[in-house]
């Protein structure tokens, strides 16, 4: 796709001269330039819709054979999506093809699609019909993938805030039918207004297009901290740009491995699959006829072809580059902002329906009320996150601290509140509400408290450190009685930290871990899994102070370490190895900034990957970040 940014190169001139360089060696979080100088590359699939070079069964299997080729070499690759497509044929006849209602011509499309995500592609909206008008035009504009969709010149209608929300929700909307997964957006030519922008990232976190008003945007990703408002507002979209732009021909080809060669720009690029095509054979039986397989047509790229994909591929490792997904480059996607009930304090994010998605329990201590959202939350992010159902009403002040385990072992999560001075109220989860069951005493005063929901014998049970005496003990619940036990562990940690629990190697244990806020050092001792604990070893060393948590972001079952660094706003992941943690190259950010604010984890959209919540309570929001690492 052409772009109409002739001032691109004019820009990297001057970014040039005035020695805009990524910042490195830094000894503080920083996010500036985050993927310059790393050797990532990223590829796109541009202007893939079902109509045109992609309507006929021999087309879309020739798109099949490109799409198993980057697969088979474990190149990730985005597909940026036209979900209708109209063109003015001649003498004087519309052909109109949308995923929106799948049909004889468009449900061929829809399946490529849908086994693309299966290969680990990662698709994105590309407009709504990637053109305008419904007559001809003289710019041509009235056909699909040549045509603007919007700040079209003499149109004045594209250029407003409602018409790129009535595109971009039709766009979803026929997404959603085709049972899709659109994950960005992409403005046809990059065109659009700056108002028109604010509306795209509103419904979505991640724009896959320049930010032309910063001219960080020429080099690398930039994020952009600020609340979108169309809708219900969110913080905070993430602009992906592809400096290195696209393939025409032979020349082009060389011309982007000769400017990958400089490695002082995000290596990003894309590529129309149809020009692989006339490097490509049918694959034929014994008996010379065309092999089918899945409704389309085999083909293969001829032996010996020097394709400009290929060419892409082989050039671009051979300088030393890595093909990875935008969300290697970006852990997160900024997603909803969720504001919670007027004088109520949000606890965490767990599963109550046992649904595999998140809900959010937030509760009004003073009024005695606790509420629950049980609404998945997917694209776009500015619907209503949903309504807070009230689960509990005491019509009294609730008191302690709200701890949720499935404390009964019915398999449901349930309600804590524990007392400082031991006394526990449990209330249990019957799908619907929180209900008292009965209360307990612990002997448990001024002791560090955790969940350990990794038991799968019969509910969690609550995890006590004592500092004075060394010893830790559990507790479980059952019927009337409380069972104790104590837990081996050569020594507890000291000093200005936290403790916390989770299951670092994916043994199904509770490992240990102390984040010494004075070292800024994450100490591991993991469970044997038989009541004790190995001795203490370093997991991790930040480069400052932060605020940590622990979950799955990447869905290899085991727990990785989530740094916030406040101040800065900048997130870090450190991975889970197995008995530590290595820090991932990306960090995410500048993002949800502030001292004040509390950091969890939960998979909020029920694709096994937990996500970020930064709940802050001066404005009662919660803002959340999905992520989608590790698809492939």
């Keep these: 796709m052409r772009r109409r940014r002739i001032t691109i190169s004019l820009l990297l001139m001057l970014s040039t001269l005035l020695g805009i360089l990524p910042f490195a060696g830094a000894t503080e979080p920083d996010n500036d330039y985050p993927s310059v100088h790393r050797q990532y590359a990223l590829l796109r699939l541009e202007d893939v819709g079902p109509g045109g070079p992609y309507e006929t069964k021999e087309q879309l299997g020739?798109?099949?054979?490109?799409?198993?080729?980057?697969?088979?070499?474990s190149v990730p690759f985005q597909v940026s999506v036209i979900p209708r497509d109209r063109r003015l044929m001649p003498p004087d006849k519309w052909t109109d093809i949308s995923i929106e209602h799948p049909d004889e011509k468009s449900k061929p499309f829809i399946d490529l699609m849908k086994y693309a995500e299966k290969r680990g592609g990662i698709l994105g909206m590309h407009g709504y019909t990637h053109q305008y008008g419904n007559k001809k035009r003289p710019d041509g504009f009235e056909n699909t993938s040549i045509g603007r969709e919007f700040d079209v010149s003499d149109a004045p209608e594209t250029k407003t805030a409602a018409y790129a929300a009535d595109k971009i929700t039709k766009s979803l909307h026929a997404f959603q039918a085709a049972g899709l997964h659109p994950l960005y957006w992409e403005s046809p030519h990059y065109a659009d207004t700056r108002v028109q922008r604010d509306v795209f990232s509103s419904y979505m976190g991640i724009l896959y297009e320049p930010n032309f008003q910063d001219i960080r945007s020429l080099k690398d990703v930039v994020y952009q901290e600020e609340i979108n408002r169309w809708g219900s507002p969110s913080l905070g979209v993430v602009y992906i740009p592809a400096p290195l732009r696209f393939v025409q021909d032979g020349n082009s080809v060389d011309r982007i491995l000769n400017e990958a060669k400089k490695g002082n720009v995000l290596a990003s690029m894309y590529f129309h699959p149809y020009l692989d095509f006339p490097f490509l054979e049918p694959v034929l039986d014994a008996n010379g006829k065309p092999v089918i397989r899945d409704g389309l047509p085999e083909y293969r790229y001829k032996p010996g072809s020097h394709s400009y994909l290929h060419r892409l591929v082989t050039g671009m490792r051979a300088e030393g580059y890595r093909f990875v997904s935008i969300f290697d480059v970006v852990p997160f996607a900024p997603a909803h902002r969720i504001p919670l009930p007027q004088g109520a304090s949000?606890?965490?994010?767990?599963?109550?329906?046992?649904?595999?998605?998140?809900?959010?329990?937030a509760i009004d201590q003073k009024r005695g009320r606790v509420y629950v959202q049980t609404k998945t939350l997917t694209w776009p992010?500015?619907?209503?996150?949903g309504d807070w159902q009230p689960w509990l009403d005491t019509h009294q002040p609730l008191t302690g601290k709200p701890l949720i385990g499935d404390f009964n072992g019915d398999g449901r999560l349930d309600l804590l509140l524990l007392q400082a001075n031991g006394v526990c109220r449990l209330y249990v989860n019957t799908g619907i509400q929180f209900v008292h069951k009965r209360d307990y005493r612990l002997p448990v005063a001024s002791q560090t408290i955790l969940v350990d929901t990794m038991k799968g014998d019969g509910g969690a049970e609550l995890i006590a450190l004592d500092q004075q005496t060394g010893k830790i003990r559990s507790f479980r619940f059952v019927e009337d009685q409380v069972h104790t036990d104590t837990w081996q562990i050569p020594s507890l940690k000291t000093g200005r930290g936290e403790y916390l629990l989770a299951d670092i190697n994916g043994d199904g244990h509770a490992d240990l871990i102390f984040w010494s806020h004075q070292e800024h050092v994450a100490y591991v001792s993991l469970s044997t899994g038989k009541g004790s604990f190995l001795p203490w070893h370093i997991g991790y060393r930040a480069i400052a102070d932060a605020s940590v948590t622990t979950g799955d972001v990447d869905g290899d079952g085991k727990a990785d370490l989530i740094l916030f660094y406040p101040k800065e706003g900048i997130w870090e992941v450190a991975s889970s190895i197995g008995?530590?943690?290595m820090r991932r190259e990306e960090r995410f950010g500048p993002w949800a900034r502030g001292e004040n604010r509390f950091i969890s984890t939960a998979d909020l959209d029920g694709n096994r990957r937990e996500d970020l919540l930064s709940y802050d309570p001066l404005s009662g929001v919660v803002d959340t970040a999905l992520s989608y690492q590790g698809i492939r």
């Design 346 to 361: 949000f606890v965490k994010a767990e599963d109550l329906l046992g649904n595999g998605a998140a809900d959010r329990v």
């Design 62 to 73: 020739r798109l099949r054979t490109v799409i198993d080729y980057l697969a088979d070499e």
């Design 381 to 385: 992010r500015n619907q209503d996150s």
């Design 579 to 581: 008995s530590s943690f």
